[in-house]
């Protein structure tokens, strides 16, 4: 698989995961040898409910809050 399939393919994971109820692409860039996608995830209700009940929730809600799904492949910039 091609690293262009591949963050297509990620995307297409968006728009049918359950989990995913709207994503935003804000960059996208792949070369030969790597790629980037980086997307704000919206995530369903019942995410932030079943999270709310752990006793780490107060930290992963507000990565979640601020977090960028990011994906890199190939070599770090």
Do not use: C, N
């Amino acid at each position: 698989m091609t690293i262009e399939a591949y963050l297509h393919a990620m995307q297409e994971r968006f728009v049918t995961d359950p989990i995913v109820t709207s994503f935003h692409v804000i960059r996208e860039r792949s070369t030969l040898v790597d790629g980037q996608l980086r997307a704000q995830l919206a995530l369903a209700d019942w995410v932030a409910r079943f999270l709310a009940k752990t006793p780490q929730s107060r930290s992963l809600m507000s990565l979640l809050a601020s977090i960028t799904a990011s994906a890199t492949f190939g070599h770090s910039e």
